[in-house]
């Protein structure tokens, strides 16, 4: 499944909001300062999606606060 993820930085609550089916709000505190937003959103997602690391990949986005990611649907 792939995702389009808007974010939201140095938010006083982190979390992962649903707004469509496949369109999340994420929230996290960390700044985007050596990838550290970055982690933490994929941390986010995969806690929030209940998948391992590697089933939650960023696809595109790296430097832009509309993120699409890729979730592997099957677990392992």
């Given at each position: 499944?792939?995702?389009?993820?808007?974010?939201?930085?140095?938010?006083?609550?982190?979390?992962?909001?649903?707004?469509?089916?496949?369109?999340?709000?994420?929230?996290?505190?960390?700044?985007?300062?050596?990838?550290?937003?970055?982690k933490k959103i994929?941390?986010?997602?995969?806690?929030?999606?209940?998948?391992?690391?590697?089933?939650?990949?960023?696809?595109?986005?790296?430097?832009?606060?509309?993120?699409?990611?890729?979730?592997?649907?099957?677990?392992?």
């Amino acid at each position: 499944m792939k995702i389009t993820v808007q974010v939201k930085l140095k938010s006083k609550k982190e979390g992962v909001e649903k707004v469509r089916e496949t369109l999340y709000i994420v929230r996290c505190h960390e700044p985007p300062i050596d990838g550290k937003a970055n982690k933490k959103i994929h941390s986010l997602l995969c806690h929030y999606f209940k998948k391992s690391k590697s089933q939650v990949r960023l696809l595109h986005g790296h430097k832009s606060k509309i993120k699409f990611f890729e979730i592997d649907e099957e677990k392992k």
